[in-house]
């Protein structure tokens, strides 16, 4: 059995695209299908060539298609492990990726992409045609594979691809395996090339397909005046796709109400919006409102609700468990009050809460985690045994620096200038000022934070927001970058790693280790060199946890990560700094 | 009726002459394509029918569910065979053994390659006296452990096409010209901490030369059309190194030179393929 340690490896990139494919068999019961009758030829079992869509059958598209159609490289040994061996293509020409990066200040971070290109070729359908042997037809001097594919499965976009980068002699199960959907396939092209391209799964949360709340289509029946404590839905009957009570936006009103058929008792002027007159026509729109809502809560709602990316995707135990560990009094409480794209909510969520998101193409899970301190040993890279030579690389990012953090929090209007200072009713600023001073940067840095969905009860969480900010980015940044060799590939984004090299050394010009969190992995070269890169993962202060009662004094070398609580002065009894609740 | 072959055997061609057994075959003609041949199989899972047999593809499969794996092939008249052809089979790594049989009734058959079982799953090329037969008998058996019978991508049986002369100085046999990408890696303090190997096939260039006119018209030529669209087993020296076979195909034109007096022609071209 072969793996990435094994000297002599081989790598080999299998590339599998799951189409969709019915369940049934033409013409047999339950499909009514026949030649003759409802077409002159039989169908290829897919949507577009079907004769009888009624009861066309396949499995919801995304993640559980019928038909996997498996690509590769030419190569002299195509054979994979002992019975394994199937229909795989040997047309795959190249596979580039842009992977996706972690944005630990926004939150959301770049969408991974792959750009498959892949061979056309002459083909006589017996994979993907059921019916070959009785359909009577030249099928290798007809058409070429992608041309007549195309054709008969113009409803790709969707639908789930893999990549599985493993090794000659592997299992498939046990090869690498990253998983995205298909968002274009362009070609034939003049060099008879097919270009696939196909994004992760967080690209379902753009605002092009995705939208909270969903539009509302019930407008007012009449005209109501600034009193009127009721009005009536139209067209009639629409009231059935409203909730029997919530809230909605009419004009630049909020109001909370009940429903009863398409009749709705209101409550005007919510929100600290005034009751006004309405017109007849105008939009009823519902509104999405968080309520002292847990933040992981909210996120998982946001994508269940209103994107296409399947709950099993979504580790909502693990998401709870980094709430209630990091970010236990982040609760949220706002209104949405008109169709806005998933993506901008998601990234105003996680930037409020310090926290970020992505997609972790082999776990196949949108992984979610808070900025904290590393939980445990990180694994060590050294220039003997994994930097690849030639490879590293420290780039400054003084932009990214901060010395001071504005949280502006509270909104008085959920209807408009949701990112306008004017919009607040409150403001905390936190500064840095040594960072600012002469002896040190002798220059201000600025971020300014709109926290919609905050309010007057949440000066907790702003201190909390505010100081994590500065204690991750105190100072110039170096982003570093670095090859490894695949045996190392196990590092995936978000780890963190502890760096060991020349660069890094202390005042004395001794090596210092660093620890580094990767934002960044690009396997360049399937199976072979993988290419990261990685922020500082520092911390300043000495953050830990409250130890229990009972525990032993503080002695200046306490358990790790044990945190006791200082002096009336700030200090610990031998004057170390003491910690900080965050 | 398995033959071995040995140096300095003569071994009658389908030119009406006789060449020595190290005379370099090559194996395109094929009884498998003609549309007067029928193939029976035994049980075969969906996608490994036994039609993956004929589209010269490698990587399309027949494969039998079960033992007993048999291929029954029915030319509809006696033909002259002196060849089978096996190319990306499994046949080691799924430890199944190989045998050929012929019968003129598709009752009584006799054995052309007696059960034989590779060292590699490379291609393979058997050759043998001709026989002359209507049916001809493919049958795996489980060799050691093996439980599933192997795949094959492509079956030849035919006759073959024997050149007049031997190779001899600067020629690669195609077992030896790997076409590798070799990818080392080295870490920033100069260790050595792995490499990667892609296989990409094989390759070899074959030169003849002193080829009468008249030979080159009469048999050479068909292999020349052939090669335009399918490829081809070749094996260089049959009786010394059965073995060193490549199944592989032409990528340019097959162009003949006519050379020196007595209307004698040369010619030149390359293989790739796989090998290994």
Redesign the interface.
Known sequence: MSDEST?????ITIVELDQDFCTREYGLSPCTAAIGVTGSFKCYNTRKTCQDSANYSVDSHGFTNSLTISFT???????AA??E??????TLIDVSSRPSEINIEDGLGTRASVTITLRDHPY?D??VDPYW?TRGIDA?NLGTFWSKWLRRNPYYQGRAIRIRDGYIGQLLGDMRTRHYVIENIEGPNASGEIRITAKDPLKMTDGDRAVAPLPSSGSLLADINAAAVSATLAPTGIGSTYPASGTARVGEELVTFARSGDVLTLVRGQGNTTAEDQEAGSTVQVCLVYQDEAIADALYDLLVGYTDIPATSLPKTDWDETALTWLASFNLTGVITQPTSVKKILTELLQTSMSYMWWDEVAQEVKWDAIHPPLQTPQELN??????????AFTAKPEDRVSQVWVYFAPILQTKDLDKPSNYKRLRVYADTDAESVQEYGQKSIRIIYARFFDETNDGEVIALAARTLARNRDTPRIAAFSL???DRAIMPGDVVELI?RDLIDENGYPESQQYQIIRRDET?A???VQYVALPYTFLYRYAYVMPDGSADYDGDPPDRAGYISQNDGTMINDDDAYRII | MSLVLSSGMLLSAADGLTYPAKNPRIGYHNLLTAATTILTSTTVPPGMEKENLTDYFSWTYWRSANYPATLTIDAGSAQDVDYVGIAGHTLFSDQSSVKVEYSTNATTWTECVSPFYPASNAPLMFIFSAVTARYFRVTLAAVGGGTLPAAIGVLNIGQTLVIPHSLYVGHTPITMRKITDIRPNKTEAGQWIGRSVIRRGNSASVELTHLSADWYRSNFQEFVDHAINYPYFFSWRPDEYPREVGFGWTDEDIIPQLTGPGDMMSVSFEITGIAQ
């Open positions: 000297l002599g490896r081989e790598p490289q030419p190569r002299a040994n195509l054979q002992p019975g061996i199937g229909t795989l293509f040997p006589h017996r994979y042997q290798i220039e003997d045994q994994h930097l690849i030579q030639n490879s590293i060799d695949a045996k090299t070269e199976g072979h060199l």
